[in-house]
T-cell receptor, first 114, second 112 residues
């Protein structure tokens, strides 16, 4: 597609439930990133996929968070047993390989845990 | 430890005047820097970048200045317009490491 697509755009879930967020990157972009932004905060790195390399999971806040990517296409971010502090906008971005290349972000998924 | 710092959480400017957003970094390995703009309920969008081999890059009303010795960069918007009101993020990267390091953002309000 023309841009990075994320779904759903909004998700309200009960505490303790699992949620799955989806990201469709720009075709041909081998790098894919997940970030989250809590209210009033900056961008918090979660995970980074680059081609077939092992993902950089250094930003995942707990083992309740996991992400997968199928080849160089769709990625899903799964949050198990959601907590209220997981409420945030989850942003996905993709980019071409190479230093200096800018990211293209999706519009995000606003997750609210009640 | 914040490697990329945007020390001003907010800035208010009059329409037509210059907006100057600042960013400081600590890692001397960073060799490219980017500015992103974010409107509410949207993802950040790329605005302008600069490589460490340059000290200035200009694109229309937007100019980014880089002072490597001071580990400081700034984004100048002139003239500022109400539509520029957004949160501006500074980000830095090194070599082919694609994981950018982000500042916390500066919220710019341009008043008519």
């Amino acid at each position: 597609g023309a841009g990075v697509s994320q779904s759903p755009s909004n998700k309200v879930t009960e505490k303790g439930k699992d949620v799955e967020l989806r990201c469709d990157p720009i075709s041909g972009h081998t790098a894919l990133y997940w970030y989250r932004q809590r209210l009033g905060q900056g961008l918090e790195f979660l995970i980074y996929f680059q081609g077939n390399s092992a993902p950089d999971k250094s930003g995942l806040p707990s083992d309740r968070f996991s992400a997968e990517r199928t080849g160089e296409s769709v990625s899903t971010l799964t949050i198990q047993r959601t907590q209220q502090e997981d409420s945030a906008v989850y942003l996905c971005a993709s980019s071409l390989v190479g230093g200096g290349q800018s990211y293209t972000f999706g519009s995000g998924t606003r997750l609210t845990v009640v | 430890d914040q490697q990329v710092k945007q020390n001003s959480p907010s800035l208010s400017v009059q329409e037509g005047r210059i907006s100057i957003l600042n960013c400081d970094y600590t890692n001397s390995m960073f060799d490219y820097f980017l500015w992103y703009k974010k409107y509410p309920a949207e993802g950040p969008t790329f605005l302008i970048s600069i490589s460490s081999i340059k000290d200035k890059n200009e694109d229309g009303r937007f100019t980014v200045f880089l002072n490597k010795s001071a580990k400081h960069l700034s984004l100048h918007i002139v003239p500022s317009q109400p539509g520029d009101s957004a949160v501006y993020f500074c980000a830095a990267g090194a070599g082919n490491n694609r994981k950018l390091i982000w500042g916390l953002g500066t919220s710019l309000a341009v008043n008519p």
